[in-house]
Each structure stands twice: as structure tokens, then as C-alpha cells.
């Protein structure tokens, strides 16, 4: 069965469009995530309205914003802050319907209190699904070192539009649990997969193998799993991004709208 690939638009506009002339792919689009494109809202909106009918793109998932936010804040002021532009973001993927819409969990694990935390968090996106809950939203690991808290945000959320984003090579360089265990305890979370790869020391966004992830170990999971997720692929070139698209080709993941 076709599952839904989108792509990063880490290369150009002309590039993306000749990826989904030749693959039916879908663009997961990051100018959402950064505040001061969201200053004027309208006119990115139009924007990329504009710009997915010049790529005849049909599929769109949003990266929603992160920095200098956190949805645990203690200070009202970064609090607040958090919860608009996130709901600018997530105005802005309903106005050009898009399939749904990334967030990063925002936490920096030295400087963020492991206690706690994923009861704040839980209360943070409890409350923002009363008002936000039409389009799925997917939580994604950067920075987080225990995919036991993520767990917990989830299991406290508890709602069907709120689910996982695993970022394999975010927690391959950032954290010392191994990837095989991120994927047990988060694998009946997960509804999409940010697909790169590294060697470890960095987010360094390679194509599938150039770097030591054991993407096939991975692969092998997610092709088990009764609703396999939706794939995002994040490499930083034209060549790479083929490289990735044809691993997840050849384990049977065309793509497609699943």
C-alpha cells in the first residue's frame, strides 16, 4: 500500500518540484517555523499557496515553530509566546490544508528538569487540543535524551489527533539510549518518521547510509506495524534526498497518499 513521503524544502523550489513531478510526494514545508515569517501571516500563507500550485503540490505537512520557545515555561510571558505562535501555525496548516503539523517537544535536557516536566507538558497540549484539534499534530524528539517522558506526555494527552514524529537521527546523536529501545517504547505513538541519518557526533542530515543508523533494523519495525507511519525525508540535497526515497522504495514503502 502507497504511503504518504513528503520532503523537506531544504533544497529549492525548482528541485522539490521536479521530485513530485516524477513521484507522488508531498512537501513538509519548515518557513512555519520560523517566528519572524510568522509576523506576517497572511502574506506567507498566500505565499505558499501560491508556491504549491506553481510545484503542483497536492500534500503538505507543516513544521510548526521552536525557537526560543517551551510549552513548560514557568515565565508567563515565553509561556504565552509559545501558545501563539503555535496557534499561528497551526491557523496557517489548516488555511492551506495541510495533512498535519510538527512540533518540536522544545526541551533542553540541561537546562529543563526531567520532574515534572511531562505533566506540564501534558497540561500544555491537553489544553491546547480543546481548540486545536481538527488537524493530527506530531510530536517530535530533538534534544530529548528518554523516550520514557515522551511516553508520558502521550499516554497523559491521551487524544487520537496527538501522536509521535520520530526523529531516529535526532535521538541517534543526542541521546545514549539506543535507537532500538526509542522505537519500542514510542512505536504505538509514532504516525511519522523524519528520515536522515548520522554518525553520531552530530545532526549532521545525511542520506540513508552515509551514515552508522541501522535504518534496515528500523525499516524492518515500521513495515510490521498495522497503520505504517508517513515518512518525511530531510536531506540537504537533490542526491541525497534520491538516495533516501530509493531505501524506503526498495522496503516497500512507495510513494503514494496511504
Request: with cysteine.
Given at each position: ?32 517555523s520560523i517566528g ?75 537546562v529543563n528538569y ?43 494527552v491521551e487524544h ?99
Amino acid at each position: 500500500m502507497p504511503i504518504m513521503i513528503y520532503i523537506s524544502n531544504l533544497i529549492s523550489d525548482s528541485q522539490l518540484a521536479e521530485l513530485l513531478a516524477r513521484e507522488n510526494l508531498g512537501i513538509e514545508t519548515i518557513d512555519f517555523s520560523i517566528g519572524e515569517n510568522l509576523d506576517d501571516l497572511s502574506r506567507l500563507i498566500d505565499l505558499w499557496r501560491r508556491r504549491m500550485d506553481s510545484m503542483h503540490c497536492t500534500h503538505v505537512s507543516i513544521h510548526g515553530p521552536f525557537l526560543d520557545l517551551n510549552p513548560t515555561s514557568y515565565d508567563s510571558y515565553i509561556y504565552q509566546a509559545t501558545w501563539n505562535r503555535f496557534s499561528q501555525a497551526y491557523r496557517a496548516a489548516m488555511a492551506i490544508g495541510a495533512d498535519k503539523i510538527v512540533f518540536h517537544t522544545c526541551r533542553i535536557p540541561l537546562v529543563n528538569y526531567s520532574q515534572g516536566w511531562a505533566e506540564r507538558m501534558a497540561n500544555f497540549w491537553s489544553k491546547f487540543l480543546e481548540n486545536h484539534s481538527q488537524l493530527p499534530i506530531c510530536l517530535e524528539n530533538v534534544f530529548d535524551d528518554n523516550p520514557k517522558l515522551l511516553k508520558q506526555v502521550l499516554k497523559l494527552v491521551e487524544h487520537p489527533h496527538f501522536t509521535f514524529c520520530l526523529d531516529a537521527a535526532h535521538a541517534h546523536c543526542f541521546s545514549s539510549v539506543p535507537i532500538t529501545e526509542w522505537v519500542d517504547v514510542l512505536g504505538p505513538y509514532t504516525s511519522h518518521v523524519h528520515v536522515h541519518d548520522n554518525l553520531g557526533d552530530r545532526d549532521a542530515h545525511l542520506a540513508v547510509g552515509d551514515g552508522n543508523l541501522p535504518w534496515e533494523d528500523l525499516i524492518t519495525h515500521f513495515q510490521n506495524m498495522s497503520q505504517p507511519p508517513t515518512w518525511t525525508i530531510e536531506n540537504t540535497s537533490l542526491k541525497d534526498i534520491r538516495i533516501s526515497l530509493d531505501f524506503l522504495k526498495k522496503h516497500s514503502f512507495p510513494a503514494g497518499p496511504s
